[in-house]
Each structure stands twice: as C-alpha cells, then as structure tokens.
C-alpha cells in the first residue's frame, strides 16, 4: 500500500506561480511512473504532467514551457513547478503512481487562478 499526500494549491493571480508538492509513503519512484492529473468543473481528468521510473518527462501541449515536473527520492516527492499561471489551469490536480499491477492517488489539491 503506497499513500500519496498533495500539498501546494492554493489561491493565485493570472501569470502567477504555484509549487505542488506529492509526498509518497515509501520509495517507489524506481517501479512507479508518478503523474499529475487535473480535473476542473465539468471536465475530463486530463493527464497534465508525468515522470517515468527512469525520468523521462512529459506534457500535456497546453503546459509545455510552463510546468515542470520532478522528483526528490530522497525524500519520496514529486513536484510540480506551475509558472505563468492562466484561469484555465484552475482544476483539482492529483498526484498520480502507476505501476505494473497497482495505481494510487492522492486526494487532490485545489488550484485556482484569477483572472
């Protein structure tokens, strides 16, 4: 059993920036790929970032050059860097493990930008 605990979200205004935070209970960074996903009102969960087991990075097209995602083993977080924020990123971003056989979440974190 892996928990995922998100931390981060907040309140910012457009062009802003906002650092989330995704804590696993144990290592699992080298058999999981880890990802963020954002749901907003009325839409789709959409994948918005992921980090593979060997660090391979990718980007849903609407965050590219904007988001980045990393990870610090040592202290078994994921981040999500959120720079030049816009109104349409304001969702509920989960943290994401996926592995061979089991999937986790976290609860989720509320993002809302302002325009």
């Known amino acids: 059993q892996v928990q995922l605990v998100e931390s981060g979200g907040g309140l910012v205004q457009a062009g802003g920036s906002l650092r989330l935070s995704c804590v696993a209970s144990?290592?699992?960074?080298?058999?999981?790929?880890m990802g963020w996903y954002r749901q907003a009102p009325g839409k789709q969960r959409e994948l918005v970032a992921s980090?593979?087991?060997?660090?391979?990075?990718n980007y849903v097209d609407s965050v590219k050059g904007r988001f980045t995602i990393s990870r610090n083993t040592a202290k078994n977080t994921v981040y999500l860097q959120m720079n030049s924020l816009k109104p349409e990123d304001t969702a509920v971003y989960s943290c994401?493990?996926?592995?061979?056989?089991?999937?986790?979440w976290g609860q989720g974190t509320q993002v809302t930008v302002s325009s």
């Open positions: 980090i593979t087991s060997l660090g391979i990075t």
């Open positions: 144990r290592n699992i960074f080298s058999t999981y790929a």
């Open positions: 994401n493990a996926q592995g061979r056989v089991y999937t986790y």
